[in-house]
């Protein structure tokens, strides 16, 4: 156990549908980070909340945005679902942005038919 | 850009035999980590080694910096040591962004 949870576990939507994933961090730490991860892929980097800011973004469209709020627990939405959007979407909590060890939830498992 | 590369692709066991698993990482990586992901996706910290020689029970990870690789042994394996093993890299102007190889994908039989 991390102390990093995720909701929901599994979840199907259409293409064209909007989706909304949670996140909330370990207890002190003030940064999220989101990750997909394809089916036999390592994770890639979407974007980083610090502070309730953006802080760094991988290469993904617009159509994927975030939030962090006051206790340090996340949301990453994605708008527009595309086939190719079906992934384990993992987040990851850290004490602060930088060079630290991030732990990370069991993951949402999204499946875009 | 930073990339990170790992070694083998796939590795299957038997219970109780040692393995080495390797990470090449280029040079702007200064943020070593290694992760076990088991089969329900839940990827577990291991090791943050950035350089010099960590040990965790039968797990053991060395990172030499300046030769820019990492090597994660795993010593009389267990078959709950299976799954997908993935070594990370960020590098301190990305913000915590961490970048992943690909992984390795162990197997140990019983």
């Known amino acids: 156990e991390t102390g990093v949870t995720q909701s929901p576990t599994h979840l199907i939507k259409t293409r064209g549908q909007q989706v909304t994933l949670r996140c909330s961090s370990q207890s002190g730490h003030n940064t999220v980070s989101w990750y997909q991860q394809a089916l036999g892929q390592g994770p890639q980097f979407i974007f980083q909340y610090y502070r309730e800011e953006e802080n760094g973004r991988g290469n993904f469209p617009p159509r994927f945005s975030g939030l962090q709020f006051p206790n340090y627990s996340s949301e990453l939405n994605v708008n527009a679902l595309e086939l190719d959007d079906s992934a384990l979407y993992l987040c990851?909590?850290?004490?602060?942005?930088?060079?630290?060890?991030?732990?990370f939830g069991p993951g949402t498992r999204l499946l875009v038919l | 850009g930073i990339q990170v590369e790992q070694s083998p692709p796939d590795l299957i066991l038997q219970e109780g035999a040692n393995s080495t698993l390797r990470c090449n990482f280029s040079d702007s990586v200064n943020n070593l980590q290694w992760f076990h992901q088991n089969p329900w996706g839940q990827l577990i910290n291991l090791f943050y080694?950035?350089?010099g020689t960590k040990q965790n029970g039968r797990l053991s990870a060395t990172t030499v910096a300046t030769e820019r690789y990492s090597l994660l042994y795993i010593s009389s394996s267990q078959t709950t040591d299976s799954g997908v093993y993935f070594c990370?890299?960020?590098?301190?102007?990305?913000?915590?962004?961490?970048?992943f190889g690909q992984g390795t994908t162990l197997q140990v039989k019983p």
């Open positions: 080694i950035p350089s």
């Open positions: 990851a909590s850290s004490l602060a942005s930088g060079q630290e060890t991030q732990y």
């Open positions: 990370a890299g960020g590098s301190s102007g990305n913000t915590g962004k961490l970048i």
